[in-house]
């Protein structure tokens, strides 16, 4: 599932052509979204009710954190009556331009969700940048994250893919 998750990822990173998406993290992830919706569907992983749902709220009651992450692929509890931990495929954190310490905060908010919510994969996406930040990465699922830099230069898109070292 990881690699079908990044190669997902790269195919979308690389839709969003528009220069003025670049340049905010809110309008790249309106547009990154839309691209991975679109991803997603037509390589069929969208299948028996999971979604794709941007910035939606884990609740303390249901979820045991306060978080919004940017964007998650699950089947929500309310439709399935499963578990909340159960039915969570992908979480992705968008970061514009992150600094080794907003790098770092994402990374403790993706471990909480493969901790406590199970998710099999998280990406770490650093929008508008060259480090994908996978050295600085040091927390307990190594295997479950991915780490990518993502930028755009004379109309051309850019990526630098990581894999923190204990998963590499």
């Not at 990465?137 to 230069?153: K, M």
Request: one cysteine or more.
């Amino acid at each position: 599932m990881i690699d079908k998750i990044v190669a997902a990822t790269e195919r979308a990173l690389r839709a969003v052509a528009e220069p003025r998406f670049w340049r905010t993290e809110r309008g790249f992830q309106g547009r990154f979204y839309c691209a991975l919706q679109q991803v997603l569907d037509s390589e069929g992983l969208l299948p028996d009710g999971r979604i794709l749902e941007m910035e939606y709220q884990k609740g303390w009651c249901r979820h045991g954190m306060r978080q919004r992450p940017d964007i998650v692929l699950h089947i929500p509890t309310e439709e399935s009556n499963a578990a909340p931990y159960e039915n969570n495929f992908a979480v992705w954190a968008l970061k514009r331009a992150a600094t080794l310490t907003e790098a770092s905060d994402d990374f403790e908010k993706l471990d909480q969700m493969f901790d406590r919510l199970r998710y099999p994969v998280g990406v770490f996406v650093n929008i508008a940048a060259t480090n994908h930040f996978a050295d600085a990465y040091n927390g307990r699922f190594p295997r479950r994250l991915r780490t990518v830099a993502a930028s755009r230069a004379a109309d051309r898109i850019v990526t630098a893919w990581g894999v923190p070292k204990a998963a590499a």
